[in-house]
């Protein structure tokens, strides 16, 4: 990637989005990658740079919004990471505007739901973004995504790791109870080699007494009457997932 492009892409500079614009550069300038085959969006994710992505001189069709990198990660997947909200909900106005056939923009997708194609893309980890903000623990944008597509909360990864499972693993109470209380869909309980979350939820608060307890060490979160609503919370919805 042109040095000067990187800069601009990790800058935010609009100026040289204008003079780019008005000097009608290439397609393939602006298709430049990095080594590890970042463009211009996955770096002005990175940089949490909204305004890159809002000014652009990019089609809405055009592939890089979409485009993955060495790890198979998407802007979106970048965004997640660093907690964007911004640009995590620009991505998501941006599915809906995007026609998955752009020949057919009279009749529009065929599918009402193929916009949701583009939030579910996988890295080679098999992670969607919202498996990544889970990871990274930006509740934030955990509720940008779920909101977006219920349905992100029932994917596994190749570890078989659900979103919810994540949570549990990371002790991030407000974001397991957002999952299991806000969400329309039930959520997946996998986690790995056979672990659900209900199985972690149980084994981190006996570890927490075993560990903690005598001492007064807890996390902000950690109190008797969060570690009840959370584990009640769980086996609650593992009875009604068996019913």
């Known amino acids: 990637m042109d040095p000067s492009l990187y800069k601009a892409a990790r800058s935010g500079d609009l100026g040289f989005l204008r003079t780019a614009r008005d000097s009608k550069v290439s397609n393939s300038f602006l298709d430049q990658k990095t080594p590890k085959d970042n463009n211009i969006l996955h770096v002005a994710a990175e940089f949490k740079q909204i305004d890159f992505f809002k000014n652009a001189p990019l089609d809405d069709q055009s592939p890089l919004f979409w485009a993955t990198n060495k790890k198979g990660n998407t802007p979106l ?4 990471r660093v907690g964007c909200h911004e640009v995590v909900k620009f991505l998501i106005e941006h599915a809906h505007r995007t026609l998955i056939d752009p020949a057919d923009k009279e009749s529009g997708p065929a ?3 193929a916009h949701k194609e583009l939030l579910r893309k996988t890295n080679s980890q098999k992670d969607t973004a919202l498996h990544v903000a889970v990871l990274n623990e930006h509740a934030g944008v955990v509720t940008l995504l779920v909101e977006a ?3 992100l909360c029932s994917f596994t990864n190749s570890a078989n790791e659900s979103p919810l499972f994540i949570a549990v693993r990371n002790g991030s109470a407000n974001i397991v109870l ?4 806000e969400s329309p869909v039930l959520p997946s309980f996998h ?3 056979g672990v659900t979350a209900l199985h972690c939820s149980n084994s981190q608060t006996s570890y ?6 005598d001492h007064g060490v807890q996390k902000p979160w950690y ?7 959370w584990v009640d919370s769980l086996t609650l919805c593992s009875l009604g997932r068996k019913s």
């Open 208 to 213: 927490r007494e075993r560990h903690c307890g």
């Open 191 to 193: 986690g790995t080699n």
């Open 149 to 151: 597509d219920p349905q």
């Open 111 to 113: 599918d009402a739901n």
């Open 223 to 229: 109190n008797k009457r969060s570690r009840r609503t």
């Open 178 to 181: 957002y999952i299991l209380n």
């Open 77 to 80: 997947h970048v965004a997640a």
